[in-house]
């Protein structure tokens, strides 16, 4: 696997995982929710993260309080 590609799965309460992978090199995040017998996959989230503005935001929420 590549080394760039980080991977964690979760089981969840009912019994089917939850996939979250993320591409250091192009900071892709995706998230699945994969039915327990694997027959259903559901890619919820799918979204290139921009570090910088994500962090800006949380900054400015911080010092408004909203």
Request: charged share 25%; proline share 2%.
């Amino acid at each position: 696997m590549n080394p760039n590609i980080k991977q964690f799965e979760i089981e969840t309460k009912l019994g089917n995982t939850l996939n979250i992978t993320f591409n250091r090199e192009s900071n892709l995040l995706i998230v699945d929710l994969i039915e327990k017998s694997g027959a259903v996959e559901n890619q919820f989230i799918w979204r290139y993260i921009d570090e910088n503005a994500l962090l800006k935001e949380a900054s400015g929420i911080a010092q408004h309080g909203t």
